[in-house]
């Protein structure tokens, strides 16, 4: 399950004349009728940085925030998104999932919500909604979308640094203080943008995989703001690998990193240690290593990358991906797209998992 933190009561709804609804059984109300509705918000740092206009808009032209509300007029959800063209194709893609306003959300109550999204995005025009963003882990998915289990893994940075260090494995320790020891400096700006986004650029590309431009990169820590730090490791004069993080007191994101291909011992898993002591200091709350496969397949990268990461003490988190075509043909085109340039989408590589256990029959 995805693990969610109450959104501020500063969020306020305003009336739009977009909206879409649905129906839930519920065990305390026979039927609960919530709302997909346009809203603005206030933003401020106790929410997501993925739901800041500033980053919205540097992704894309055209985003905006959908509330969920009650018969009563109450807003108890709000859900960022952005719409990317490709053509004359309009997509939908979620950057963050479903946040809680207002007290806790049941699983019911936002697929409820969930349902009616789909159809404001199909009364606007929208075309497909696309898989998420790998930090966007919804805790269920509409009835007709097409889904796939996921997960992320996060650290609860209101502990103490000693409870943190000690929460890492015994290896991962030994290679922090390897480093250390070795003399690997971590430093910190946006003055190493281009940097990293080389490290990150070559690392996708040795498993195949490719990366935004260094334009499009730009473009999306500029609109972060303050709210990004750039992390790099170096030993002896020489980068060795680099974490991109944004970040607001809600959760910081480990969206980005990459390496040289053999970097110093330990680099790594220090860089990452400073950045959870960072952000700890500032006051987030959490440290999103942003997607995992469940159950990879073993000896496989995924394998490696999830064990990497939850050496460092996180929780596994749970969920869902999920995709919702709006418009079959061009729906149609957009999948044989995806499957001929990279061989399927996140969901097409995983939904065999909910298939094989029976329970996404789409």
């Not at 065990?27 to 993925?50: D, F, M, N």
């Not at 882990?137 to 889904?147: E, G, L, N, Q, W």
């Not at 000690?166 to 390897?178: A, P, T």
Request: proline letters at 5%.
């Amino acid at each position: 399950m995805v693990i969610q933190s109450a959104v501020p009561n500063s969020v306020l709804p305003k009336a739009d004349a977009g909206r879409a609804s649905a129906m839930i059984d519920s065990p305390v109300t026979r039927i609960r009728l919530l709302q997909a509705k346009r809203i603005p918000i206030e933003w401020h740092a106790g929410l997501s940085i993925y739901a800041s206009e500033p980053f919205l808009k540097s992704v894309s032209d055209e985003y905006g925030w959908l509330g969920g509300m009650d018969e009563a007029g109450t807003l108890r959800c709000i859900l960022p998104y952005t719409i990317v063209r490709k053509a004359t194709v309009r997509m939908v893609r979620f950057r963050v999932e479903t946040m809680p306003v207002n007290g806790e959300l049941a699983v019911e109550e936002e697929k409820a919500f969930l349902n009616s999204a789909v159809e404001y995005f199909r009364s606007i025009g929208a075309d497909l909604i696309i898989p998420g963003t790998t930090n966007a882990v919804f805790r269920t998915y509409p009835d007709s979308a097409i889904a796939a289990p996921y997960g992320t893994q996060v650290i609860d940075l209101t502990q103490s640094e000693e409870t943190l260090f000690g929460n890492l494995n015994s290896s991962h320790r030994r290679k922090v203080r390897l480093a250390q020891k070795a003399n690997v400096q971590i430093r910190i700006g946006t003055e190493y943008l281009a940097t990293a986004h080389a490290l990150v650029r070559d690392t996708f590309k040795r498993s195949s995989i490719p990366f935004m431009g260094y334009e499009s990169f730009k473009r999306m820590a500029d609109g972060l703001g303050e709210n990004i730090k750039v992390f790099v490791a170096e030993h002896e004069g020489a980068i060795q690998g680099c974490v991109v993080v944004p970040f607001s007191q809600h959760t910081a994101y480990y969206v980005y990193g990459g390496s040289i291909p053999e970097p110093t011992a330990g680099a790594m898993n220090l860089i990452h240690w400073e950045a959870i002591r960072l952000f700890r200091g500032l006051g987030v709350k959490r440290y999103d290593f942003c997607g995992v496969r469940i159950n990879p397949e073993p000896g496989s990268k995924q394998e490696g990358l999830k064990s990497f990461k939850e050496r460092f003490g996180p929780e596994l988190i749970q969920g869902y991906m999920w995709k919702q075509s709006l418009n079959p043909l061009k729906a149609a085109v957009y999948s044989y797209a995806i499957r001929l340039l990279r061989g399927g989408d996140i969901v097409d590589n995983e939904r065999h998992k909910l298939e094989k256990a029976g329970t996404n029959p789409h």
